[in-house]
């Protein structure tokens, strides 16, 4: 029978995760099925957990809250930067190894467990989500028989029964293994009992081998608000549906942006690389995966090159995806193992930095997992050190490539210089040649505009000429017409008066004229126009 415990970093295998013996939740579905729930929803919970658990970390990084979905869970209530150990809490209780994951005995071990805590841890405890299924037939028997042992009433002890499978159901919806492989049992951790999952976590769940304590490692940057969530199965790059399959033990379906939404597709497809790559590894190193109920075919490098290449492709995909907890951590071991096997001896040495720096991010630095990164790293940096022939012929290697694109640097920045000075050659040349042009125009604007100013001046003098022309004209019509009328008036013979204009010029008709208009009697006139008439005639 599967048993009931979560999965933890900690007990992540070396070589090949595929090959980590993860215990976690399981379900007994031939167990009687009575309902699971949140009861902590109904309970008096606060962020703070007020036990006097000395175990249970209170952090200020994050609060319980109840979710739309999720019954509570873990937000965090400022932003959390990579690598910050979000909590590092103490068990409320264990269980030891020796007690087995689904006989009878483990709901009586539960039982007893549960009694030296204290009314506050005891509220704590039964304040935690449960999933009933998770008590099988035999442990429900082994509660009953174990209470008609005690004093109970036939009422009481229905009662009673209830309670205790809640209590044993509580402790396997939310116990984790503790040690290595569960070498030291498992337990409860009243602060990661409250993460709930996702297909693309932002935190790592480990167990403190030297400080005893499950940690939370934040594997990305948490925003404030963010819910802060761990991955309930160890193959996140199976298919949706059989990552649903595995999760139907904790009773819900998974709706994070990996499972559904608008990025679920492109997920998949990526996942499905990851998936095929991590196949090759798990049969290269020899450590077989899971069985899944999807057998897959995969292409097999053919050489150390393709080897080193299928690990860089499985790094950058688990990069792209999000997965960047434990998993990358051993796809950029693979990377530097095969890279050092293809030649790629200072690639390598920076896969295997990469790998402890996101180990650590994962785990702390206290905690050392067995055949860490950073064993391999320092076996890495001792052949850089020593006179190791591949560095040494990678070194030649790189100074040269180095050297060649110094060269090559050198030329650019030459060419680039040159094509510099040209242009700005050319662009001197154009704005000299667009000064020219503008003068030019100025020029010819100037020209026009004098040509027009002198076109107007002309044609106004034309016109004033015309116009003194008219009023000589006028002035000489209206003079012959005071001539006239003084003649007609003063009896002067017409034939005489029209002679006499015409023998005028203008200026003598006009001062004629003038003087006729001044003279004030008409014997004047008679004389004036007489005198006039015998100046001509003479
Ligand atoms: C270990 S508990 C996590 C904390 C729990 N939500 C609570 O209220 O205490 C596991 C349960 O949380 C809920 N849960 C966890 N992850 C979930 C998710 N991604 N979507 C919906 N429910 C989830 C499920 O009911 C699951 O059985």
């Known amino acids: 029978m599967p048993e009931f415990t979560f999965r933890s970093a900690q007990q992540f295998s070396a070589t090949t995760m595929d090959h980590r013996k993860m215990k976690r939740l399981s379900m007994d579905m031939d167990g009687i099925r009575i309902d699971s729930g949140h009861p902590s929803e109904a309970s008096d919970i606060t962020s703070d957990h007020d036990n006097d658990n000395d175990s249970l970390s209170t952090s200020n990084l994050f609060e319980l809250r109840l979710t739309s979905t999720k019954g509570f869970g873990l937000v965090a209530t400022k932003e959390i930067l990579r690598g910050t150990c979000v909590t590092s809490e103490l068990p409320l209780?264990?269980?030891?190894?020796?007690?087995?994951?689904?006989?009878?005995?483990?709901?009586?071990?539960?039982?007893?467990?549960?009694?030296?805590?204290?009314?506050?841890?005891?509220?704590?405890?039964?304040?935690?989500?449960?999933?009933?299924?998770?008590?099988?037939?035999?442990?429900?028997?082994?509660?009953?028989?174990?209470?008609?042992?005690?004093?109970?009433?036939?009422?009481?002890?229905?009662?009673?029964?209830?309670?205790?499978?809640?209590?044993?159901?509580?402790?396997?919806?939310?116990?984790?293994?503790?040690?290595?492989?569960?070498?030291?049992?498992?337990?409860?951790?009243?602060?990661f009992s409250r993460a709930n999952?996702?297909?693309?976590?932002?935190?790592?769940?480990?167990?403190?081998?030297?400080?005893?304590?499950?940690?939370?490692?934040?594997?990305?940057?948490?925003?404030?608000?963010?819910?802060?969530?761990?991955?309930?199965?160890?193959?996140?790059?199976?298919?949706?549906?059989?990552?649903?399959?595995?999760?139907?033990?904790?009773?819900?379906?998974?709706?994070?942006?990996?499972?559904?939404?608008?990025?679920?597709?492109?997920?998949?497809?990526?996942?499905?690389?990851?998936?095929?790559?991590?196949?090759?590894?798990?049969?290269?190193?020899?450590?077989?995966?899971?069985?899944?109920?999807?057998?897959?075919r995969v292409h097999m490098p053919k050489s150390v090159g393709e080897k080193s290449e299928f690990?860089?492709?499985?790094?950058?995909?688990?990069?792209?995806?999000?997965?960047?907890?434990?998993?990358?951590?051993?796809?950029?071991?693979?990377?530097?193992?095969?890279?050092?096997?293809?030649?790629?001896?200072?690639?390598?040495?920076?896969?295997?930095?990469?790998?402890?720096?996101?180990?650590?991010?994962?785990?702390?630095?206290?905690?050392?997992?067995?055949?860490?990164?950073?064993?391999?790293?320092?076996?890495?940096?001792?052949?850089?050190?020593?006179?190791?022939?591949?560095?040494?012929?990678?070194?030649e290697r790189a100074r040269k490539e180095q050297e060649k694109e110094r060269i090559k640097n050198e030329k650019e920045e030459a060419k680039r210089e040159k094509d510099e000075a040209k242009r700005l050659e050319k662009e001197a040349w154009q704005k000299k040649k667009a000064e020219e042009v503008s003068q030019m125009a100025l020029w010819v604007a100037e020209a026009a505009r004098s040509k027009r100013e002198r076109e107007v001046s002309e044609s106004e003098a034309k016109t004033d000429a015309k116009k003194k022309k008219e009023a000589a004209k006028t002035a000489l019509k209206k003079a012959r017409r005071v001539v006239r009328t003084s003649a007609e008036k003063t009896e002067v013979d017409d034939v005489d008066v029209e002679r006499l204009l015409a023998g005028l010029g203008a200026e003598e008709t006009m001062a004629l004229a003038e003087k006729l208009s001044e003279l004030q009697s008409e014997s004047k006139v008679w004389e004036t126009l007489h005198e006039e008439m015998a100046k001509k005639r003479y």
């Open 311 to 395: 690990a860089e492709d499985l790094v950058a995909l688990l990069k792209e995806e999000g997965l960047v907890g434990m998993p990358l951590a051993y796809a950029l071991r693979w990377a530097s193992k095969y890279g050092l096997e293809a030649g790629k001896c200072l690639a390598a040495l920076e896969f295997a930095r990469q790998a402890v720096e996101v180990e650590q991010t994962c785990v702390g630095d206290v905690m050392k997992l067995p055949d860490s990164a950073e064993a391999w790293l320092n076996k890495l940096k001792g052949m850089a050190a020593s006179d190791d022939k591949r560095f040494k012929a990678e070194r």
């Open 93 to 191: 209780f264990t269980l030891p190894p020796t007690v087995s994951h689904n006989g009878p005995e483990r709901a009586l071990a539960i039982l007893k467990a549960l009694q030296p805590l204290t009314t506050t841890q005891l509220d704590a405890y039964t304040a935690l989500h449960y999933n009933a299924r998770s008590v099988n037939l035999p442990m429900r028997e082994a509660i009953r028989t174990h209470l008609l042992s005690k004093q109970y009433t036939e009422s009481t002890l229905e009662t009673a029964v209830k309670d205790n499978i809640i209590k044993v159901a509580i402790f396997n919806t939310n116990c984790v293994s503790t040690g290595e492989n569960s070498s030291l049992g498992s337990g409860i951790f009243l602060n």
């Open 197 to 296: 999952h996702s297909c693309t976590p932002n935190v790592e769940n480990c167990f403190n081998t030297v400080t005893g304590c499950e940690t939370l490692y934040a594997i990305r940057d948490i925003a404030e608000n963010e819910e802060i969530t761990v991955s309930y199965i160890d193959q996140l790059y199976l298919p949706v549906e059989e990552r649903q399959h595995a999760l139907r033990r904790w009773e819900f379906k998974c709706d994070c942006s990996a499972c559904e939404g608008p990025d679920a597709e492109e997920s998949a497809h990526r996942r499905r690389k990851i998936e095929g790559l991590t196949e090759v590894f798990a049969r290269l190193e020899k450590k077989p995966r899971p069985p899944t109920s999807s057998p897959l």
